[in-house]
């Protein structure tokens, strides 16, 4: 059987909500790019996921066995739990990292990590499918290949916040009726 590689990407978007299910990409490679003010949500395990030029969107990636790849984003909210997170040429980007690796930016600004707070019903398979370890992650030991660097005016690209009372993104999975399928849980 030949795959469709039109449902493995999210292609030039406005405006719009999408939701890819749990089943729905089974390990495989993801790409997100060209979006403008969405909601994503990859309620699934993947090999990687590479997301390009997104503005003023909100992301949630769950498990990825390999990389997560952000290059040319904008004012965008992030949940990602990945191996490796890495960023390039972004700007204004809150992100909630699970990374099993130090996440690394290059030529960055304003980015500000925190510890991944995301749930949805199947995650913990999910984290258990690619290979993730919920206990090991390394989300505030950030690498920058830019450090002391000044990048848009900045030279301090990244804030690390420890705080609890970041916003918790708990996802409802809805079954092809409309019904919601179980708990959203983390790991």
């Not at 960055?108 to 690619?130: D, K, Q, V």
Request: glycine share 6%; net charge negative.
């Amino acid at each position: 059987m030949e795959l469709n590689k039109e449902n493995f990407m999210i292609r030039k978007r406005s405006g719009e909500t999408i939701v890819k299910k749990p089943g729905s990409l089974n390990g495989y490679d993801f790409v997100i790019e060209l979006l403008d003010d969405c909601d994503v949500f990859v309620l699934d395990h993947t090999a990687q996921v590479q997301i390009d030029d997104c503005v003023n969107c909100r992301i949630f990636i769950g498990p990825s066995t390999g990389s997560t790849f952000f290059r040319d984003c904008k004012d965008c909210k992030v949940m990602v739990a990945c191996r490796q997170f890495r960023m390039r040429d972004c700007q204004r980007l809150d992100i909630g990292c699970y990374c099993f690796t130090k996440p690394s930016i290059e030529t960055s600004s304003e980015i500000t990590f925190s510890c991944w707070r995301g749930a949805y019903n199947g995650l913990t398979s999910h984290f258990a499918s690619a290979d993730l370890d919920p206990e090991a992650n390394t989300w505030w030991d950030v690498y920058d290949f830019n450090q002391g660097e000044e990048i848009n005016g900045c030279v301090e690209h990244y804030t690390v916040e420890n705080s609890s009372n970041e916003e918790f993104w708990e996802v409802a999975v809805y079954d092809d009726e409309g019904e919601e399928v179980g708990s959203p849980e983390n790991p």
